[in-house]
């Protein structure tokens, strides 16, 4: 019988680096139960690309897709979430699931008793609040202005716009809510956006306003976390 470890919290507040050294520690393959995270145009929009530069560590997403697909259901993606670990428990004796996405843990904890393991959790909490908005204010700068050749979240959401049928998709997405509305707000194209130049009032006003979607979202998350891992340990991550 193998034994799954879940580490699970809001946004930014250091699941990847978690997960990651226990899987390095445990010889541990992780599985990201992340919907966004499947996407491979949104590398840098979904947090994948920090995940991503963990060398020697087996991260599995739970399907790759491209924006024209659509949302990712998630009881598709709980399913993609236990089929994952029926197939690594034969092979693994101890799994790593890094998750921030609460519709497909609340179907994997719903469904956790179909698999033959053990199972324990970390839930990651915001302690300090200001802290959290300052550690979500460097994450947005770094996504925003991405180091020189990698594509931000502006080139991001102008690629994704284009799909016109799944726009709604879009907009939906965690960070590009907040660009979108700061688009229109200044009369933008959201077809456009890496033409804009920015001045640094323009780039911290922008950063400040994906930071409140962040925070905004991170707090959803918690709460719910606490709720569905309520028998669970709980760690502050500040």
Same mark, same amino acid.
């Given at each position: 019988?193998?034994?799954?470890?879940?580490?699970?919290?809001?946004?930014?507040?250091?699941?990847?680096?978690?997960?990651?050294?226990? /899987? !390095?520690? &445990?010889?541990? +393959?992780?599985?990201?139960?992340?919907?966004?995270?499947?996407?491979? *145009?949104? =590398?840098?929009?979904?947090?994948?690309?920090?995940?991503?530069?963990?060398?020697?560590?087996?991260?599995?997403?739970?399907?790759?897709?491209?924006?024209?697909?659509?949302?990712?259901?998630?009881?598709?993606?709980?399913?993609?979430?236990?089929?994952?670990?029926?197939?690594?428990?034969?092979?693994?004796?101890?799994?790593?699931?890094?998750?921030?996405?609460?519709?497909?843990?609340?179907?994997?904890?719903?469904?956790?008793?179909?698999?033959?393991?053990?199972?324990?959790?970390?839930?990651?909490?915001?302690?300090?609040?200001?802290?959290?908005?300052?550690?979500?204010?460097?994450? /947005? !700068?770094? &996504?925003?202005? +991405?180091?020189?050749?990698?594509?931000?979240?502006?080139?991001?959401? *102008?690629? =994704?716009?284009?799909?016109?049928?799944?726009?709604?998709?879009?907009?939906?997405?965690?960070?590009?809510?907040?660009?979108?509305?700061?688009?229109?707000?200044?009369?933008?194209?959201?077809?456009?956006?890496?033409?804009?130049?920015?001045?640094?009032?323009?780039?911290?006003?922008?950063?400040?306003?994906?930071?409140?979607?962040?925070?905004?979202?991170?707090?959803?998350?918690?709460?719910?976390?606490?709720?569905?891992?309520?028998?669970?340990?709980?760690?502050?991550?500040?």
């Amino acid at each position: 019988m193998s034994h799954v470890h879940a580490v699970v919290g809001p946004t930014g507040v250091g699941k990847t680096e978690l997960a990651t050294a226990l /899987a !390095r520690e &445990m010889n541990a +393959p992780i599985v990201v139960a992340d919907r966004l995270q499947c996407y491979r *145009e949104l =590398a840098t929009t979904s947090a994948r690309s920090e995940g991503d530069k963990a060398a020697g560590i087996i991260r599995l997403h739970l399907d790759d897709r491209l924006v024209r697909d659509g949302d990712y259901p998630p009881a598709e993606a709980s399913d993609a979430l236990v089929h994952q670990l029926e197939q690594l428990r034969a092979r693994h004796p101890y799994v790593v699931v890094e998750g921030g996405s609460i519709s497909v843990l609340q179907h994997f904890v719903r469904r956790r008793k179909e698999l033959s393991i053990d199972f324990s959790a970390h839930v990651l909490q915001i302690s300090d609040e200001a802290e959290y908005r300052h550690r979500l204010f460097t994450r /947005a !700068r770094r &996504m925003l202005m +991405p180091e020189l050749g990698l594509p931000g979240m502006l080139r991001e959401l *102008e690629d =994704a716009w284009q799909n016109e049928l799944n726009r709604d998709f879009v907009a939906s997405i965690n960070g590009f809510e907040a660009i979108l509305a700061w688009s229109y707000k200044h009369s933008f194209s959201p077809a456009s956006l890496t033409s804009i130049e920015l001045d640094e009032e323009m780039l911290d006003n922008l950063t400040w306003m994906v930071v409140d979607a962040h925070a905004e979202h991170g707090m959803e998350q918690q709460q719910e976390f606490c709720r569905i891992f309520a028998r669970r340990p709980v760690y502050n991550s500040f």
